[in-house]
């Protein structure tokens, strides 16, 4: 089955999106959403199974049922479907009373998440977070009540973080940046050398001499956000957004660091606080761009210090992107 007409990203609706950890499917449904269709969660007779998350008799959703018999149990009538979809049982009468059938779609496990696709298995392969030896992470996952392609290039984007971050990623002074920019007929990198340190609060605590940022998009939804010391990569950020409707974007977040002798949970319980900050202060521009976007529709001007700007939108409405052109970033942070 195709993603919905009408959904505004072309590019990125024959893709695997993570969905939810794996371990949290267990007894009973769970209601998930991709690309603006309303799906229901089920692990019947051992497999995760993926459903239109609607009961074909008085269109209740399943994700409202439960598991009963190796079955997914509507809670209005006590339908009960097979992991195929098929009507197996009909209370109140020996022989089933109606044939249906669900319409299913494509799940995967992998890496402790489960992986759901609108489109058949063979499709497309999927694209998972990268596997990085000698580190730790942590997860997290966050929704934002704005559309993918904003959501993701906020997350891009570095000419924001002076204005809506400032004092937690830059404080006053100059801030230099020679850029370099790379693409692919499914993403693109951008390498940041910093002449400057920054020198906003998480930088201070956190930052022993980063000199070198990289910045990477994959399709359909992966973000890599390296920081690097003579070389060495020294903290990462990985960002899988999900399209769960035209306007609402769910994000997987995995913080990576190297193995230390400090207990990896404490040195993220460190930090968390100040990475919710930046969400919270990101979630609220992007969800009035969101309104604004409902209101004046999508009508905007494309600047060349958009440095990840053009590139993903091309990529989103399944066309080739092209390099910027912009080599040198600069900001004058005030207060």
């Given at each position: 089955?195709?993603?919905?007409?009408?959904?505004?990203?072309?590019?990125?609706?024959?893709?695997?999106?993570?969905?939810?950890?794996?371990?949290?499917?267990?007894?009973?449904?769970?209601?998930?959403?991709?690309l603006?269709?309303?799906?229901?969660?089920?692990?019947?007779?051992?497999?995760?199974?993926?459903?239109?998350?609607?009961?074909?008799?008085?269109?209740?959703?399943?994700?409202?049922?439960?598991?009963?018999?190796?079955?997914?149990?509507?809670?209005?009538?006590?339908?009960?479907?097979?992991?195929?979809?098929?009507?197996?049982?009909?209370?109140?009468?020996?022989?089933?009373?109606?044939?249906?059938?669900?319409?299913?779609?494509?799940?995967?496990?992998?890496?402790?998440?489960?992986?759901?696709?609108?489109?058949?298995?063979?499709?497309?392969?999927?694209v998972?977070?990268?596997?990085?030896?000698?580190?730790?992470?942590?997860?997290?996952?966050?929704?934002?009540?704005?559309?993918?392609?904003?959501?993701?290039?906020?997350?891009?984007?570095?000419?924001?973080?002076?204005?809506?971050?400032?004092?937690?990623?830059?404080?006053?002074?100059?801030?230099?940046?020679?850029i370099?920019?790379?693409?692919s007929?499914?993403?693109?990198?951008?390498?940041?050398?910093?002449?400057?340190?920054?020198?906003?609060?998480?930088?201070?605590?956190?930052?022993?001499?980063v000199?070198?940022?990289?910045?990477?998009?994959?399709?359909?939804?992966?973000?890599?956000?390296?920081?690097?010391?003579?070389?060495?990569?020294?903290?990462?950020?990985?960002?899988y957004?999900?399209?769960?409707?035209?306007?609402?974007?769910?994000?997987?977040?995995?913080?990576?660091?190297?193995?230390?002798?400090?207990?990896?949970?404490?040195?993220?319980?460190?930090?968390?606080?100040?990475?919710?900050?930046?969400?919270?202060?990101?979630?609220?521009?992007?969800?009035?761009?969101?309104?604004?976007?409902?209101?004046?529709?999508?009508?905007?001007?494309?600047?060349?210090?958009?440095?990840?700007?053009?590139?993903?939108?091309?990529?989103?409405?399944?066309?080739?992107?092209?390099?910027?052109?912009?080599?040198?970033?600069?900001?004058?942070?005030?207060?």
């Open positions: 089955m195709s993603a919905p007409e009408g959904f505004p990203y072309s590019g990125v609706t024959d893709g695997w999106f993570p969905l939810l950890p794996a371990a949290k499917l267990r007894n009973k449904p769970i209601a998930a959403s991709l603006g269709e309303a799906l229901v969660l089920a692990r019947l007779e051992g497999m995760a199974c993926a459903f239109q998350d609607r009961c074909p008799h008085r269109l209740i959703p399943l994700s409202q049922g439960n598991i009963c018999n190796n079955r997914l149990a509507c809670r209005y009538h006590g339908w009960e479907f097979d992991a195929t979809g098929r009507l197996r049982h009909t209370p109140g009468a020996a022989e089933c009373g109606a044939r249906a059938t669900l319409q299913s779609y494509a799940l995967q496990e992998r890496d402790g998440l489960i992986w759901g696709s609108l489109k058949p298995a063979s499709a497309e392969s999927l998972g977070f990268s596997e990085l030896p000698g580190y730790v992470w942590t997860q997290a996952y966050r929704r934002i009540h704005c559309s993918l392609f904003h959501t993701i290039e906020n997350f891009l984007d570095p000419c924001h973080t002076p204005y809506i971050h400032q004092g937690l990623l830059r404080s006053q002074g100059p801030q230099q940046m020679q370099e920019q790379t693409v007929a499914d993403g693109f990198d951008t390498h940041y050398k910093l002449t400057q340190k920054q020198n906003g609060w998480i930088n201070r605590l956190f930052d022993p001499g000199d070198q940022n990289v910045a990477r998009f994959k399709l359909p939804g992966l973000v890599e956000l390296d920081y690097l010391k003579n070389g060495r990569l020294l903290f990462r950020s990985a960002l957004f999900v399209p769960h409707s035209a306007e609402v974007t769910g994000i997987f977040v995995r913080l990576y660091a190297p193995r230390s002798w400090m207990p990896a949970a404490l040195r993220f319980a460190l930090f968390k606080p100040f990475a919710h900050m930046l969400y919270l202060q990101d979630k609220q521009i992007l969800e009035q761009q969101q309104l604004a976007q409902q209101t004046h529709g999508e009508r905007y001007l494309f600047s060349h210090t958009d440095v990840a700007a053009r590139a993903l939108w091309a990529l989103l409405h399944g066309q080739s992107p092209s390099p910027s052109a912009l080599k040198e970033l600069n900001f004058q942070t005030t207060p």
